[in-house]
C-alpha cells in the first residue's frame, strides 16, 4: 500500500498530515482511506495520544474523491450486488463515524466524551475533502482567501457520500445546506465563519499549531448531533412547521430545475430528509444507500466520464499527435472582425498571445476590437479584473486593415462570411505575407476543410478551428482534419486551444463537421414538427423538459432562421439530386421567403421580441400558416423525437468516420451545442440504455416519421453483436 498520511506526534497530538503521491492535490483514494482508519484507531488506542489535527502537506486541503475509485465502483456495480456496493459505498462514513464518536455508543458518548480532531484547512477542501473536516470537532482556516468549501457532488450526478447530507444540515440548517448540496456551489472561508463551520481563521502558517491549541483546550469532545436533545437549527424532522415548508419548496424547486432528469437532486433531498427524522449512525446509513443507488443506476458514471474524467483527458492533449514539441502561438494573425473574429481574439489576446485582428477596412477591425474593450471595461468594473491588465490585454490586440501587419504571425485564423469565394480570398492574401509554411486555419462551420484548402499550396498546414458563441463563454473548440491535413498542423491546433483553455475534440471532414450537423437535427425537428401542426409551446417544453438548455425554436431563433435557409441553400446547390429534404424546409423556406422572419437578429421569428426588452413569447401567427393539428402528441413523444434525432445523427457521424472516438462525440455534444448533460453524451447514451433498445425505438420513429430517424448499419450490426461503444468494462476511465 502506498503511504498517503505522514503519521506523527507532537506535544502528545497527533499529527495526520495528508500527502497523496502522484497527485497535484490530494485526493480521496482506497489506500488513503485504509491509512485514515489506521490513523483513527492510533489516536483512539493510544492513551498518550490527547487528540489530533488532521492538515494536508500539500498547497490545498483535499479535492475530494479519486475518479479512478469511483470508477471502480461503477465498473464494480455491473457484476455485483446493490448490498456488496453499499458495503463498499458506506465504508468512509463508519470510519469518520468512528472518529466523531470515539467507537462509543450513544449513552457512553454522553458520559465521557471522546478525543478531539481538529481540521486544519488550507485551501480547497471539496467533496469528500470537506466531508473530512465535518466530521471533526472543529475546524480552522487559514486566513489568504485561498479557502474554498463545497459539496459538488451533485455535478456528476452524485450526491456526498461521506456524511456532507447529515452533518451540513445540522450544523448550518436544513434550508441553508440545500443551498450547497443541490447546487454544488462553494463557500469562501469567510462565509465558513459566517456559517458557524469554520471556527476561526489563521495566518496558513499557524494552521497546524492553533489546531494543537485547540486540541489542548478541549481534551474531551462531543459533536453537536451527539448532544442529548440535539436539535436542528431552524427545525427538522417530519413534523416541524420550518422544515415541511421547506421541504415543500425545495421538492416543487427541484423539479422545475432538473425536470426528473437528475436524481441525484431528489436522492438529496430524500437523504437530507428522512436523515433528519432518525439518530445519526442511522442517518448515514440512510445516506449511503441513496448513494449506492445512484451508483448502480449508472448515469453518474457517464457523467463522470464525460464531464470530467475525458474532459480533462482532451484538455491534457489526448488527441495530440507524437514527435512534436509544444508549439505554443506568440502572435495570432485574426481574419475577420465580425462576433467569431472579435471574440477569437479576445481569448488570444486574454492569454497573452499578440493578435492583430484584420478586417476590410479600419473602421470595421476597430469595431471588432470594441468588443475586447467592451468586455474589459465591465470586467474592471466588476473587480475582476485590474484595469494595468485590461489595458495590457488591449495592448496586445492590434485593429488594422492592413495585410503586411500579419508578418511573423505563427498562427492565423480567418473568421469572414460563409463564402467559399471570399474565403479563398483572405486566405491567399494573408498567406502572401506569412508564407504558406504557416499553420492555418478556418473557424467556418459547414464549409468542409478539404475545399477550402485548395486556396494554399501547403494544403498539410491547413486545418478547421471552430470556435462557439459567443467565445468567451463556450468552452468547447472543435478541430476539423482535412483530407491532406498533417499531423503538426493538428498539434499547433492543439497547443493553440491549450493556451487560451478551451476544451478541444478532433473530427474529420465532412459537411456541417460533427456539431453544426448534429445540432442542426435539434433544430430542424421542431420545424417539422410545426410543420406537422405540433403545438410550439409543446415543443419548446419538450425540449427543455429533455434536459436541453432551450427549446428547438428558441435556439433556432438565436442562430437565426435565415441562416438555417443560406446553410439548407447551398447544401441543394452542391449536392443537387442527392440532397435530402427535411420536412421542417418548408418552415424554414416560409419564415424567411414569405414572412421576412429571421429570428432575434430582425426582432422576429418563432417569436416576438418586444420593442421595450420586455419578455419574448411565441408569435400566435405561426398557427395562421402551419395549422394546429387536431390530435396532439404526448409530451414524452415530443421528447423522444428531439432525442433520438439528434443520437442518429451522433451514431452517423461516427459510422461515416467524422467521429473517430466516442469520447469525442460525448464532449462535442454537450460542450458544442449543450446536449442533455444527465445522459453522459449521445454515446454514454447508447450505452447505458442498451444498442439494442436504443435500434429497436429508432426503428419505431423511422417508421412513422421518416428515414431520418434511421440508424447506420455499423449501429445495427453492433447492436446485435452486444457491443457497445465504450469498454463494458471501464464505466469510468482512469485519471
Given at each position: 500500500?502506498?503511504?498517503?498520511i505522514n503519521?506523527?506526534?507532537?506535544?502528545?497530538?497527533?499529527?495526520i498530515g495528508?500527502?497523496?503521491p502522484?497527485?497535484?492535490?490530494?485526493v480521496?483514494?482506497?489506500?488513503f482511506?485504509s491509512?485514515?482508519?489506521?490513523?483513527?484507531d492510533k489516536?483512539?488506542?493510544?492513551d498518550?495520544?490527547?487528540g489530533?489535527?488532521?492538515?494536508?502537506e500539500?498547497?490545498?486541503?483535499?479535492?475530494g474523491?479519486?475518479?479512478r475509485?469511483?470508477?471502480g465502483?461503477?465498473?464494480?456495480a455491473?457484476?455485483?450486488?446493490?448490498?456488496?456496493?453499499?458495503?463498499?459505498?458506506?465504508?468512509?462514513?463508519?470510519?469518520?463515524r468512528?472518529?466523531?464518536t470515539g467507537?462509543?455508543?450513544?449513552?457512553e458518548l454522553?458520559r465521557?466524551?471522546?478525543?478531539?480532531?481538529?481540521a486544519?484547512?488550507?485551501?480547497?477542501?471539496?467533496?469528500?475533502?470537506?466531508?473530512i473536516p465535518l466530521?471533526?470537532?472543529h475546524?480552522?482556516?487559514a486566513?489568504?482567501?485561498?479557502?474554498?468549501?463545497g459539496?459538488p457532488?451533485?455535478?456528476?450526478?452524485?450526491?456526498?457520500?461521506?456524511?456532507?447530507t447529515?452533518?451540513?444540515p445540522?450544523?448550518?440548517?436544513?434550508?441553508a445546506?440545500?443551498?450547497?448540496l443541490?447546487t454544488?456551489?462553494n463557500?469562501?472561508?469567510?462565509e465558513?465563519?459566517?456559517?458557524?463551520?469554520i471556527?476561526?481563521?489563521?495566518?496558513?502558517?499557524?494552521?497546524?499549531e492553533?489546531?494543537?491549541?485547540l486540541?489542548?483546550?478541549?481534551?474531551k469532545?462531543?459533536?453537536?448531533?451527539?448532544?442529548?436533545?440535539?436539535?436542528?437549527?431552524?427545525g427538522?424532522?417530519?413534523?416541524?412547521?420550518?422544515?415541511?415548508?421547506?421541504?415543500?419548496?425545495a421538492n416543487?424547486?427541484a423539479?422545475?430545475k432538473t425536470?426528473?432528469?437528475?436524481?441525484a437532486?431528489?436522492?438529496?433531498l430524500?437523504?437530507?430528509y428522512?436523515?433528519?427524522i432518525?439518530p445519526?449512525d442511522m442517518?448515514?446509513?440512510?445516506?449511503?444507500?441513496?448513494?449506492?443507488?445512484l451508483?448502480?443506476?449508472g448515469?453518474?458514471?457517464?457523467?463522470?466520464?464525460?464531464l470530467f474524467?475525458?474532459?480533462?483527458?482532451a484538455e491534457?492533449?489526448?488527441?495530440?499527435p507524437?514527435?512534436?514539441?509544444k508549439?505554443?502561438t506568440?502572435?495570432l494573425?485574426?481574419?475577420?472582425?465580425?462576433?467569431m473574429?472579435?471574440?477569437?481574439?479576445?481569448?488570444?489576446?486574454?492569454?497573452?498571445?499578440?493578435v492583430?485582428?484584420?478586417?476590410r477596412?479600419q473602421?470595421a477591425?476597430?469595431?471588432?476590437?470594441?468588443?475586447?474593450v467592451?468586455i474589459v471595461?465591465?470586467?474592471v468594473?466588476?473587480?475582476?479584473?485590474?484595469?494595468?491588465?485590461?489595458?495590457?490585454?488591449?495592448a496586445?490586440?492590434?485593429?488594422t486593415?492592413d495585410?503586411?501587419?500579419?508578418?511573423?504571425?505563427d498562427?492565423v485564423?480567418?473568421?469572414?462570411?460563409?463564402?467559399?469565394?471570399?474565403?479563398?480570398?483572405?486566405?491567399k492574401?494573408?498567406?502572401?505575407?506569412?508564407?504558406?509554411?504557416?499553420?492555418?486555419?478556418?473557424?467556418t462551420?459547414?464549409?468542409p476543410?478539404?475545399?477550402?484548402a485548395?486556396a494554399?499550396t501547403?494544403?498539410?498546414?491547413?486545418?478547421?478551428i471552430?470556435?462557439?458563441?459567443?467565445?468567451?463563454?463556450?468552452?468547447l473548440?472543435?478541430i476539423i482534419?482535412?483530407?491532406?491535413t498533417?499531423?503538426?498542423?493538428i498539434?499547433?491546433a492543439?497547443?493553440?486551444?491549450?493556451?487560451?483553455?478551451?476544451?478541444?475534440i478532433v473530427?474529420?471532414?465532412?459537411?456541417g463537421?460533427?456539431t453544426?450537423?448534429?445540432?442542426?437535427?435539434?433544430?430542424?425537428e421542431?420545424?417539422a414538427?410545426?410543420?406537422e401542426g405540433?403545438?410550439?409551446?409543446?415543443?419548446e417544453?419538450?425540449?427543455?423538459?429533455?434536459?436541453m438548455?432551450?427549446?428547438?425554436?428558441?435556439?433556432?431563433d438565436e442562430?437565426?432562421?435565415?441562416?438555417?435557409y443560406?446553410?439548407?441553400?447551398?447544401?441543394k446547390?452542391?449536392?443537387?439530386?442527392?440532397?435530402?429534404?427535411?420536412p421542417?424546409?418548408?418552415?424554414?423556406?416560409?419564415?424567411v421567403?414569405?414572412?421576412?422572419?429571421?429570428?432575434?437578429?430582425?426582432?422576429?421569428g418563432m417569436y416576438?421580441y418586444?420593442e421595450?426588452?420586455?419578455?419574448k413569447?411565441l408569435?400566435p401567427?405561426?398557427?395562421?400558416?402551419?395549422?394546429r393539428a387536431?390530435?396532439?402528441?404526448?409530451?414524452?413523444?415530443v421528447?423522444?423525437r428531439?432525442?433520438?434525432?439528434?443520437?442518429?445523427e451522433?451514431?452517423?457521424c461516427?459510422?461515416e468516420?467524422v467521429?473517430?472516438t466516442?469520447?469525442?462525440?460525448d464532449?462535442g455534444?454537450?460542450?458544442?451545442?449543450?446536449f442533455?448533460?444527465?445522459?453522459g453524451?449521445p454515446?454514454?447514451h447508447?450505452?447505458?440504455?442498451?444498442l439494442p433498445?436504443?435500434?429497436a425505438?429508432?426503428?419505431?420513429l423511422a417508421?412513422?416519421?421518416?428515414?431520418?430517424?434511421s440508424?447506420p448499419?455499423?449501429?445495427r450490426?453492433?447492436?446485435?453483436?452486444?457491443?457497445?461503444?465504450?469498454?463494458?468494462s471501464s464505466?469510468?476511465?482512469?485519471?
Open positions: 500500500m502506498t503511504k498517503t503519521f506523527r506526534i507532537e506535544d502528545g497530538v497527533a499529527i495528508i500527502d497523496v502522484g497527485q497535484s492535490m490530494n480521496i483514494t482506497a489506500d482511506t491509512e485514515l482508519e489506521q490513523s483513527i489516536v483512539l488506542a493510544d498518550a495520544i490527547i489530533a489535527v488532521i492538515c494536508s500539500k498547497p490545498a486541503f483535499m479535492a474523491a479519486d475518479l475509485m469511483l470508477g465502483l461503477s465498473a464494480m455491473k457484476t455485483a450486488t446493490p448490498g456488496e456496493v453499499f458495503q463498499n459505498s458506506v465504508r468512509l462514513n463508519r470510519i469518520l468512528k472518529m466523531e467507537g462509543k455508543d450513544a449513552k454522553q465521557s466524551k471522546t478525543k478531539p480532531f481538529i486544519a484547512i488550507n485551501g480547497v477542501a471539496l467533496g469528500g475533502g470537506f466531508e466530521a471533526c470537532h475546524r480552522i482556516a486566513d489568504d482567501g485561498s479557502v474554498k468549501l459539496l457532488e451533485v455535478m456528476v450526478g452524485l450526491l456526498p457520500g461521506g456524511g456532507g447529515q452533518r451540513l445540522r450544523l448550518i440548517g436544513i434550508q445546506a440545500l443551498q450547497f443541490s454544488g456551489k463557500m469562501t472561508g469567510k465558513g465563519v459566517g456559517f458557524g463551520i471556527k476561526e481563521l489563521v495566518a496558513r502558517d499557524q494552521l497546524v492553533k489546531a494543537k491549541e486540541v489542548k483546550a478541549n481534551p469532545a462531543i459533536q453537536p448531533w451527539d448532544e442529548k436533545g440535539f436539535k436542528y437549527p431552524g427538522g424532522g417530519a413534523m416541524h412547521p420550518g422544515s415541511v415548508q421547506t421541504f415543500m419548496a416543487a424547486m423539479r422545475d425536470y426528473g432528469n437528475y436524481p437532486v431528489q436522492y438529496i430524500s437523504s437530507v428522512e436523515g433528519s432518525v445519526m442517518a448515514i446509513e440512510i445516506e449511503s444507500k441513496y448513494f449506492t443507488r451508483i448502480v443506476e448515469q453518474a458514471g457517464n457523467m463522470i466520464r464525460t474524467v475525458n474532459k480533462t483527458a491534457k492533449g489526448a488527441r495530440r507524437q514527435g512534436f514539441d508549439m505554443p506568440k502572435k494573425g485574426m481574419l475577420g472582425a465580425g462576433l473574429g472579435a471574440g477569437i481574439a479576445y481569448v488570444s489576446a486574454a492569454a497573452g498571445i499578440e492583430v485582428l484584420v478586417d477596412d473602421a477591425a476597430d469595431r471588432g476590437k470594441d468588443y475586447s467592451k471595461e465591465k470586467a468594473q466588476r473587480r475582476k479584473m485590474t484595469k494595468e491588465d485590461g489595458d495590457a490585454l488591449l496586445r490586440i492590434t485593429a486593415d495585410y503586411s501587419k500579419l508578418a511573423h504571425a498562427l485564423i480567418e473568421a469572414v462570411f460563409e463564402d467559399r469565394a471570399l474565403k479563398a480570398d483572405v486566405t492574401r494573408a498567406l502572401a505575407v506569412t508564407g504558406d509554411d504557416i499553420i492555418f486555419a478556418s473557424n462551420s459547414t464549409l476543410i478539404s475545399g477550402l485548395e494554399s501547403q494544403p498539410q498546414n491547413f486545418i478547421g471552430h470556435f462557439f458563441s459567443p467565445v468567451e463563454k463556450m468552452p473548440v472543435e482534419t482535412g483530407k491532406k498533417g499531423d503538426e498542423a498539434a499547433k492543439l497547443d493553440y486551444v491549450q493556451q487560451i483553455k478551451k476544451t478541444p473530427v474529420n471532414d465532412s459537411r463537421f460533427y453544426s450537423r448534429s445540432f442542426g437535427t435539434y433544430v430542424m421542431g420545424y414538427m410545426v410543420a405540433i403545438n410550439p409551446a409543446l415543443i417544453n419538450a425540449g427543455k423538459m429533455l434536459g438548455p432551450v427549446g428547438p425554436l428558441a435556439v433556432g442562430v437565426a432562421i435565415d441562416l438555417s443560406k446553410i439548407m441553400n447551398q447544401t446547390k452542391d449536392l443537387g439530386a442527392d440532397y435530402q429534404a427535411s421542417g424546409d418548408v418552415v424554414v423556406d416560409t419564415f421567403e414569405k414572412l421576412e422572419r429571421f429570428g432575434r437578429k430582425n426582432g422576429k416576438v418586444p421595450d426588452g420586455s419578455k413569447y408569435w401567427g405561426i398557427a395562421d400558416h402551419f395549422p387536431a390530435e396532439q402528441p404526448t409530451v414524452d413523444e421528447k423522444t428531439l432525442l433520438y434525432r439528434q443520437i442518429v451522433c451514431a452517423r461516427f459510422a468516420g467521429l473517430t466516442p469520447e469525442d462525440g464532449l455534444a454537450i460542450f458544442g451545442w449543450g442533455a448533460p444527465w445522459t453524451g454515446f454514454s447508447m450505452d447505458f440504455i442498451g433498445a436504443f435500434v425505438e429508432a426503428d419505431r417508421d412513422r416519421y421518416g428515414e431520418r430517424f440508424v448499419d455499423q449501429l450490426a453492433m447492436a446485435k453483436k452486444g457491443a457497445s461503444y465504450y469498454p463494458a464505466a469510468v476511465a482512469a485519471e
